[in-house]
T-cell receptor, first 112, second 112 residues
Framework: AQSVAQPEDQVNVAEGNPLTVKCTYS??????LFWYVQYPNRGLQFLLK??????LVKGSYGFEAEFNKSQTSFHLKKPSALVSDSALYFC??????????FGQGTELSVKP | NAGVTQTPKFQVLKTGQSMTLQCAQD?????MYWYRQDPGMGLRLIYY???????DKGEVPNGYNVSRLNKREFSLRLESAAPSQTSVYFC???????????FGQGTRLTVV
């Protein structure tokens, strides 16, 4: 069955430090991979996507993610975290059948 | 350009009551989705519609029905609400060329 997993419920980093939010997936065929962010009492906002091509994709607000086919991972990264990055982050995957499914979410907390 | 609009924003139902959540998008997107968000569970796909006239079950379809009324509108119906359906519901749409999803602001439903 197709699935996506975020192994960490919460990630804590200090402002200015690099951050990583992990995501792994299991999809038959070629996946489309996404990261979304959710601020309190809001809908989800798109950050970045991998469809094909360069394994390192850059997105909004200085975030980037690396597609690793052999490890079936798509980790979200940022070189220098901001307090304003604190939010709930979701990894998602879709494929040819048209479904779009999400991971459980990771709460990112950036402390001053 | 409103994007994805969900109504209502809040609703309280008694067990056994029925209601319909409405979703409309003005981006001429083909695919539309309904999700529920529960703490620690992430977003779980209830139903989706890959194109006008088609609907398919997602991960948690039991207790729900959907209607793709036209290309713009995709409604979610709870025929007999149960406390387990207390959740935040999100509608999303995706176009043919845009592979990222656009989300509504959510409907917070409480079943007592």
């Amino acid at each position: 069955a197709q699935s996506v997993a975020q192994p960490e419920d919460q990630v804590n980093v200090a402002e200015g430090n690099p951050l990583t939010v992990k995501c792994t997936y299991s999809v038959s065929g070629n996946p489309y991979l996404f990261w979304y962010v959710q601020y309190p009492n809001r809908g989800l906002q798109f950050l970045l996507k991998y469809i094909t091509g360069d394994n390192l994709v850059k997105g909004s607000y200085g975030f980037e993610a690396e597609f690793n086919k052999s490890q079936t991972s798509f980790h979200l990264k940022k070189p220098s975290a901001l307090v304003s990055d604190s939010a709930l982050y979701f990894c998602a995957v879709s494929w040819a059948a048209g479904k779009l499914i999400f991971g459980q979410g990771t709460e990112l907390s950036v402390k001053p | 350009n409103a994007g994805v609009t969900q109504t209502p924003k809040f609703q309280v139902l008694k067990t056994g009551q029925s209601m319909t959540l409405q979703c409309a998008q003005d981006m001429n997107h083909n695919s539309m989705y309904w999700y529920r968000q529960d703490p620690g569970m992430g977003l779980r796909l209830i139903y989706y519609s890959a194109s006008e006239g088609t609907t398919d079950k997602g991960e948690v379809p039991n207790g729900y029905n959907v209607s793709r009324l036209n290309k713009r509108e995709f409604s979610l119906r709870l025929e007999s609400a149960a406390p387990s359906q207390t959740s935040v519901y999100f509608c999303a749409s995706i176009g043919v060329r845009n592979t990222e999803a656009f989300f509504g602001q959510g409907t917070r439903l409480t079943v007592v």
